[in-house]
């Protein structure tokens, strides 16, 4: 089944501490992107890679990594997170960016 | 910086009425334009895409319809059910994997 999955599915950690936020997709797309979505705010891109070892910033990355080693993964790091950060994590892919979406099912985080 | 509007942002009907979401852009320079469907803590699934060059795309019961000229596209629902209950986003593409989401209409269908 053509998925993006994304883990964990929530998480709770404390200000400061690093932490990752796994996507994969088994679908070879070339495009992955990551986006918070926060009550009022809407969906907004933190990062997006359009091939393996190419990232490129979002609207909003400021507090956030992320690699693209290999075609199928995107992590998205935190490596000092803080509480505006707690938000509905979404990770997303398509062939080259401007076809059909697919997201994964999201991660809920909190930060304390 | 392209905007993306959503009217109405809440929706409720009863089953089986037909229904019309509306989403209006900015710019009107896009690459396509795409409908999604958000069920709640879940992700979100693309329903129609519609490309620059296109007027209309159908699936099912539903029907999309984009005039990039005055910057606006509709979602049309047939017959609505129960199972239709969801927020749904528009997000258009100005290439360049240059995605912009409107906040989305939350629909309620009751039986």
């Known amino acids: 089944e053509a998925q993006v999955t994304q883990n964990p599915r929530y998480l709770i950690t404390v200000t400061g501490k690093k932490l990752t936020v796994t996507c994969s997709q088994n679908?070879?797309?070339?495009?992955m992107s990551w986006y918070r979505q926060d009550p009022g705010l809407g969906l907004r891109q933190i990062y997006y890679?359009?091939?393996?070892?190419?990232?490129d910033k979002g609207d909003v990355p400021e507090g956030y990594k992320v690699s693209r080693k290999e075609k199928r993964n995107f992590p998205l790091i935190l490596e000092s997170p803080s509480p505006n950060q707690t938000s509905l994590y979404f990770c997303a892919s398509s062939w080259t960016g401007d076809e059909k979406l697919f997201f994964g099912s999201g991660t809920q985080l909190s930060v304390l | 910086k392209q905007e993306v509007t959503q009217i109405p942002a809440a929706l409720s009907v009863p089953e089986g009425e037909n229904l019309v979401l509306n989403c209006s852009f900015t710019?009107?320079?896009?690459?396509?334009l795409q409908w999604f469907r958000q069920d709640p803590g879940k992700g979100l699934t693309s329903l129609l895409l519609?490309?620059?060059?296109?007027r209309e795309q159908t699936s099912g019961r539903l029907n999309a319809s984009l005039d990039k000229s005055s910057g606006r596209s509709t979602l049309y629902i047939a017959a609505s059910q129960p199972g239709d209950s969801a927020t749904y986003l528009c997000a258009v593409s100005a290439g360049y994997s240059t995605l912009t989401f409107g906040k989305g209409t939350m629909l309620l269908v009751s039986p």
């Open positions: 679908m070879n797309h070339e495009y």
């Open positions: 519609i490309q620059s060059s296109q």
């Open positions: 710019d009107s320079a896009i690459y396509n």
């Open positions: 890679s359009m091939n393996v070892e190419v990232t």
